[in-house]
């Protein structure tokens, strides 16, 4: 029987997967949302889901349901989609939210939330934004290859204290913290990817690659002067994004970026939620990021969306 307070997870890719069994291996009994195409290729409607960390394995089974055959109203909503995909993934099971539901978007980059926070003036919409790092090995087998920080946050500032939302940061596998100005840890996050994501895509490399003191460095560098402007311009600390976008290259330099792994599959990358949000903000606040731009028809132009 489905609980009130059922954590329901939409979309079952890596952070889907990761939160599911997290939140199964703390002793909740989430639900899996699939789109409907996936749910209806289902064997049985109770699937096992796998975790594997660097040290142990973990089986979980957990119920799918899919937009079609929720039958509860949905009360708690982690959207594990990427960017691109949140919002009609979202309305796929807007009759189904319960009035004042508690939903927490877990996408990276910007735009997307702040348009479900606008799109849903009902519901208390918070956003997170991480650095744990995980992968599917086959389908709902996830991977959870870097243990990282989860900061969660509400998008309204009238909603500084949520009870639910408090339930992920205690007595849980994944380290989750909340705080007050979550926009903020969401810029300093799209500012480093801003800078290496698209370069990776575009010069098809691994991340340290840029480091190269040649052509990749130099646009890298001045990728990472431009996006300082933007964040100095919304009064965002920018002082060390040089020091912390040349880091993750070097302690991630044999890591391909998600988008650079995108775009070789062909897949539509997330750059329209960082890039394209950067040059957004930049037009509004009067800041020149010729660089992005340049980096953005680039990409475009190889095709890369
Ligand atoms: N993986 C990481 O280590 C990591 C770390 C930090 C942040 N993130 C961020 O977390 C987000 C998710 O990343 P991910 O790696 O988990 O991506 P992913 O593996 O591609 O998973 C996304 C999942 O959402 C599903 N989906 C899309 N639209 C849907 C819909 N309408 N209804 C139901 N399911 C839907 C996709 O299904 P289909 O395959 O059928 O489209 C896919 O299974 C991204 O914004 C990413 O940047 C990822």
Not at 122 to 145: K, N, Q
Not at 217 to 233: K, P, S, Y
Not at 262 to 288: C, K, M, P, W, Y
């Amino acid at each position: 029987m489905i609980q009130n307070d059922t954590w329901h997870i939409l979309g079952a890719g890596s952070i889907g997967c990761l939160w599911a069994t997290s939140l199964c291996h703390k002793g909740e009994t989430p639900r899996l949302i699939l789109r409907e195409s996936s749910y209806q290729q289902l064997e049985q409607k109770r699937i096992p889901l796998k975790l594997s960390t660097p040290d142990q394995t973990f089986l979980f089974d957990v119920d799918a349901v899919s937009p079609e055959t929720i039958d509860s109203p949905i009360n708690r909503l982690i959207v594990c989609t990427k960017a691109q995909d949140s919002l009609s993934a979202l309305n796929s099971v807007k009759p189904h939210l319960a009035e004042n539901s508690q939903i927490l978007l877990l996408h990276n980059g910007m735009g997307s939330q702040q348009t479900i926070r606008d799109a849903l003036p009902m519901h208390r919409i918070w956003a997170g934004s991480s650095t744990d790092g995980a992968y599917l090995s086959a389908p709902f087998e996830v991977c959870h290859a870097g243990q990282g920080q989860t900061w969660i946050g509400p998008l309204r500032s009238n909603e500084q204290s949520e009870q639910g939302f408090h339930d992920l940061c205690d007595n849980f596998r994944l380290k989750v913290s909340q705080c007050d100005t979550i926009e903020q840890k969401l810029w300093e996050k799209l500012a480093i990817n801003s800078c290496i994501n698209g370069l990776t895509a575009l010069f098809n490399c691994r991340n340290g690659e840029l480091l190269d003191n040649g052509d990749k460095q130099a646009w890298l560098d001045r990728l990472i002067v431009e996006t300082c402007a933007v964040l100095t311009a919304l009064d965002i600390p920018a002082t060390s994004l040089r020091e912390k976008v040349h880091g993750v290259c070097q302690s991630t330099a044999r890591n391909r970026s998600s988008t650079c792994q995108d775009a070789r599959r062909g897949r539509v990358t997330e750059l329209s939620f960082i890039n394209g949000f950067l040059i957004q903000q930049a037009n509004t606040l009067g800041v020149t990021v010729d660089g992005h731009h340049q980096l953005m028809n680039q990409l475009g132009a190889a095709g890369v969306r």
